[in-house]
């Protein structure tokens, strides 16, 4: 066979293995993710305030889909506003998102709707998060530029580089990819019979001119952070007993 045949046939195959998901058993009950869906006030150092899900991801996503999320954030040690002599802080976006029983309506790579959030992502890599218990968490990680409205009318916007790190986490399996979770899913439904809740974590961070921060935050950094706080969440949201 020819390698023009071959790499034809990748595309081909895969498409028939995402569609092939349309038509597995559902099963009246699921197993539960091993990831809590209840966030804790603090973490690690930093302060969680728990936001609602926008319109847009409610309309957009299957009715029994749940979600979790939170502003995350961290004073930085010396920084404080001219104004008020508050403390200038580090914010990490912390969403969670479970899925129902329709799982293909439920969660999906963030690729597909970052852009409708005023993200272009540039670049596109997979690190691994070592946790101080021994377990290691493999995360994708993209760096974008968000343009974030001004204004009401929307006719005015910022620019923002953006780190972000995300992964699924199932009942059993953790995975970065999102194509891998779904062949891990069909295995389980074919196979056993389960049908399994998956969990999407995402973890996001502005960095680099930032107008409320006096210095500049080098994606160094933001990396530093964000892998920190991974390695707490890990640690206390992820029940390890479960993951195989």
């Avoid at 006030?41 to 409610?58: C, D, N, R, V």
């Avoid at 992502?121 to 343009?147: F, M, P």
């Avoid at 194509?179 to 891990?184: A, E, I, V």
């Avoid at 930032?210 to 949201?237: H, M, N, R, T």
Wanted: glycine share 4%.
């Amino acid at each position: 066979m020819s390698p023009k045949v071959r790499y034809g046939l990748l595309p081909l195959c895969t498409a028939l293995l995402l569609v092939m998901i349309y038509f597995l058993p559902k099963t009246e009950s699921m197993i539960p993710s091993a990831v809590s869906m209840e966030l804790p006030i603090t973490l690690g150092g930093w302060s969680l305030k728990a936001i609602p899900a926008s319109k847009e991801e409610i309309d957009g996503l299957a009715a029994d889909t749940e979600f979790s999320k939170a502003i995350c954030l961290q004073a930085r040690p010396g920084e404080f506003d001219l104004l008020y002599n508050n403390p200038i802080a580090d914010r990490i976006d912390l969403s969670i998102v479970l899925s129902g029983h329709d799982l293909n309506n439920s969660i999906h790579r963030p690729e597909r709707c970052m852009p409708s959030q005023g993200h272009t992502i540039n670049n596109t890599t997979d690190i691994v998060v070592a946790l101080k218990n021994g377990e290691k968490i493999t995360v994708r990680r993209l760096l974008s530029v968000q343009s974030i409205p001004t204004n009401a009318a929307k006719t005015e916007y910022q620019s923002l580089d953006c780190v972000t790190y995300y992964f699924f986490v199932g009942s059993k399996q953790i995975t970065h990819d999102h194509l891998n979770r779904t062949l891990l899913d069909m295995k389980d439904r074919l196979l056993y019979g389960l049908d399994q809740r998956w969990a999407y974590v995402s973890t996001s961070m502005w960095y680099g001119d930032l107008p409320w921060v006096q210095k500049k935050i080098p994606l160094e950094e933001a990396d530093s952070k964000l892998k920190a706080f991974l390695q707490e969440f890990g640690e206390v949201q992820i029940d390890w007993s479960k993951i195989k």
